[in-house]
């Protein structure tokens, strides 16, 4: 599933997938075991915990605790528990390489085999030069207030809207919409990315990133998101374009922890 909505996206110009380790990139296209297992290191490890116990192959001395904590992953994981005699460099690697591309094999298979059925695969697998392309390094991907702007939808007032109370005037839709511009043209590319990803849940833009003005509710009225429909609500009692940045500072504190809707 995960493999075919990648290839689906590249195929209909939507985001790319950042973040994923090199090495199972590399892992993704045939080549040999020996230059994949080469490029590893400890951040190519996903789980905190057991990448702290496999680092304690680089210390000299282990405590007591640390001593268990190697022995418990190393039966766990059927390999043998290390001695005085152990060559610690290499069960460094055979773990790292278990925790990274072992573990994880089947699901390497399985991503490969959906990127097939959407008929990129040739393309992958014959110009590697695209790969940087669809699983873009997170840290190398930049966002400007040009790229977000781009793609912008931005509000217009009602004019079919038979509620009185729901109708809002184009000025004050213009004004909310300027101080939201505002924001986003002085926002850093990391500020940015945690604003797409609040957006959309996702953290490169989309060609649709549509912005609406609602009602407020009151002043505690926060902006919220629909991340499945790529809509941002910002309530419309903001008389300066300091207060809604203040707001929407605290908004982008939750993309860590969930969607974007607060």
Known sequence: MAGRMIGHSAIHGGPSLSGLSLTIIDALIPGTKDIVTSKLCLEDCPEIEVRDTISLLLKEEWTDEESVRMANLCTDWYFPVPTKETNRLLLFQQLLSHAVLGRANAQIKQFRKGIKETGIWPLLTTRPDVLPLLF???????????????????????????????????????????????????????????????????????????????????????????????????????????????????????????????
């Open 136 to 262: 873009p390094c997170e840290k190398d991907v930049e966002l400007t207030p040009q790229m977000i702007l781009k793609w912008i939808r931005w509000p217009e007032a009602s004019t079919d809207s038979e509620d009185s109370e729901d109708e809002m005037s184009a000025s004050q839709i213009a004004l909310i919409s300027g101080f939201f511009r505002t924001f986003v043209e002085e926002a850093s590319s990391d500020v940015l990315k945690d604003l797409v990803k609040f957006w959309t849940g996702w953290e490169l833009p989309t060609q649709c990133l549509k912005l609406q003005v609602v009602k407020s509710r009151g002043r505690h009225h926060l902006p919220t998101a629909s991340t499945c429909y790529e809509r941002l609500r910002v309530p419309d009692h903001y008389k300066s374009g300091s207060e809604l940045k203040s707001d929407l500072q605290q908004c982008l504190q939750s993309v860590e922890t969930g969607f974007g809707l607060i």
